[in-house]
């Protein structure tokens, strides 16, 4: 029989302890019999990349990049013993190796190190003597032979990157929940798993707050058409499916819904209409070193005008002091800042083709009184944002108004 190899990724929460660790050994197992060549990707145990990266904290407020790569990394490689341990003690034979021993080559940004180049021959050579290789995520090595590591949520990366050097069958992402769901189930209980999304939207969902894969390593499956399953690890559940594109269905115009509340709102109050004010703003706001969202300036009636825009809750004191600074310059009002809101999205690449989409989104806040503050669209998603009281209200209307439940 023809032997294709299998590419998992197990995240944080499916081996957060040594029961778990066990419990994935055997699902592993379980694949290997099928006859299949495989390789396991395995983030660190449960919290310990956040516990790594508090402990950083704790020693100094700005820790060395590099330093902090030789930190982080470590997680990963105690789960990557610890499973392959767990599988050699069921008698089958595993080896487990770090990123730098499997040849997977970046470039020298330490902490969001892009993958350049990965050698296949460690991993071939360990498959072809009958091992599981097990494989430790989120990290590389330079060149230079520095360790580095991919940006929070790497794992995902290393499985994509690995299921396109060993041209897997099948990439499964396993994690704690069964699936990407059209929306978030704590506001909404009775959301619905999704069976199958393009990268597209859940490109789109990823950006707009969805949290369930690394969004560069959805990028990486879209640029090499690698098909993902993401699925649970605690259940025998199909998951849901991540495609180029949705074959079976006509498009479908919403097909999930996010909120993020991790924005806040800038409001530069009487701006004077002339000529490159807008390009002074924004140059100013992006030396701070800052990325700017949505933006939305009014028409003028009077020769002034408001400019608002949202930027990261976590930028906003570094962009609140430089829109003050160009304020004061080109002699506009007051500058505000609001927290308290949310980014209310849906999504979905039949909207190209749908009329009346954004008509419907609105009437559904409208008839639950809720204001919208600023809209943003794309090609396949619109954006309100609201305050951030009304967020569970919104995302459950919405969801109802558009019939994702059923
Ligand atoms: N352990 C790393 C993180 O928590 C990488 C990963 O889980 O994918 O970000
Ligand atoms: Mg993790």
Known sequence: MKRYIVVQKYGGSS???????????????????????????????????DELEALAYKISKDPPEREMDMLMSTGEQISCALLAMAIKERGYDAISLTGPQVGIKTDRMYTKARIETISDRRIRKALGEGKIVVVAGYQGVTCDNEITTLGRGGSDLTAVALAQTLKAKVCEIYTDVEGIYA?????????????????????EMASLGAQVMQARSIEVAKKFDIPLHVRSSFS?????????????????????????????????????????????????????????????????????????????????????????????????????????????SIVGSGMRSHHGIAAKMFQALAENKINIEMIATSEISISCIINQRHAEKAVRSLHQKFELGV
């Not at 029961?19 to 145990?45: C, G, M, P, Q, Y």
């Not at 704590?186 to 999304?197: G, L, S």
């Open 183 to 203: 929306t978030d189930p704590r506001i909404v209980p009775q959301a619905k798993k999704i069976k199958i999304i393009t990268f597209e939207e859940m490109l």
């Open 15 to 49: 081996v957060a302890n040594i029961d778990r660790i066990k419990a994935v050994a055997r699902r592993i197992i379980a694949t290997k019999n099928n006859h299949n060549h495989l390789v396991v990707v395995v983030s660190a145990l449960g919290d310990t990349t």
């Open 236 to 344: 025998k559940e199909e998951g849901t499916m991540i495609v180029q594109k949705d074959e079976k269905l006509e498009d479908v115009a919403v097909r999930g819904i996010t909120c993020n509340k991790s924005e806040a709102k800038i409001t530069i109050c009487a701006v004077p209409d002339q000529t490159g004010i807008a390009a002074k703003i924004f140059t100013e706001i992006s030396r701070a070193g800052v990325s700017v969202d949505t933006i939305v300036q009014n028409v003028s009636h009077t020769k002034h005008t408001d400019i608002s825009f949202t930027v990261s809750k976590s930028d906003l004191s570094k962009a609140l002091a430089s829109a003050k600074a160009v304020a004061q310059r080109i002699k506009a009002g007051e500058v505000i800042s609001e927290k308290k809101i949310a980014r209310i």
